[in-house]
């Protein structure tokens, strides 16, 4: 991971941290990634650092979403902006709302080193974490997923809403957990759907394909 050349020092210390725990919790998951581990992954010459800036091991995933999704937000804000105010006249395709709920995906994975990683940690923290990750990621991930759900409202007028949130929960894990795998292929149920590195623009024309088809599906 990259850092910024004009940040002080102790949010240096901060981003090395958070970076640290991104890929430990993709690589070992949440219970098996330690304070100590992370303080040592991030050069922290004080044991006690991690304990300064964050508090505890909550704090710190808390740091780390809030970083991915810090990412995505400002990645997803112009797309999904425009959206909104072309929905103020005329009704959208269902699939322009799954491009802005997809895109930014696609765009971390081609353009960041620790995209995957951060897919990877997102993919941990949703189907592992107790009830207290899962409040930060409604906190954090749901504020878009309920500006989706909105425009999709409008899109699938016929849809009920419980049927509606349900559709977009999982296009939202699909995403998610599609993603975060796809380096594991070649190793699927079905043998090896792949050849070579990963294309993630045709893993996310896939993807979206899925989402659409099960957005517009009958009720």
């Not at 991690?50 to 704090?59: A, I, M, Q, V």
């Not at 951060?118 to 990750?133: H, K, P, S, T, V």
Request: overall charge neutral.
């Amino acid at each position: 991971m990259n850092n910024p050349q004009d940040i002080n020092a102790t949010d240096l210390a901060k981003l090395r941290l958070i970076q640290a725990a991104i890929t430990l919790f993709a690589e070992k998951g949440i219970e098996a990634t330690s304070l100590r581990l992370i303080n040592r992954a991030a050069g922290a010459r004080n044991n006690s650092a991690l304990h300064y800036h964050f508090g505890n091991k909550l704090g710190m995933i808390e740091a780390a979403i809030h970083f991915i999704q810090g990412w995505f937000e400002d990645t997803r804000e112009p797309q999904l902006k425009a959206l909104e105010q072309r929905s103020k006249e005329a009704p959208l395709a269902v699939a322009e709302i799954v491009d802005a709920l997809i895109d930014p995906y696609v765009v971390l994975l081609e353009s960041e080193a620790w995209g995957h990683d951060a897919l990877c940690a997102l993919a941990r923290f949703e189907f592992d974490g107790d009830e207290a990750i899962h409040t930060i990621l409604n906190q954090t991930s749901g504020k878009v997923a309920r500006r989706l759900r909105k425009l999709l409202a409008v899109a699938c007028p016929d849809l009920p809403k419980g049927q509606l949130d349900q559709r977009l929960n999982l296009c939202l894990l699909i995403a998610i957990q599609g993603f975060a795998d796809s380096k594991n292929a070649q190793h699927s149920y079905m043998g090896s759907v792949q050849r070579g590195k990963p294309n993630y623009r045709k893993m996310g024309a896939l993807i979206k394909g899925f989402c659409v088809a099960g957005l517009m599906g009958g009720s």
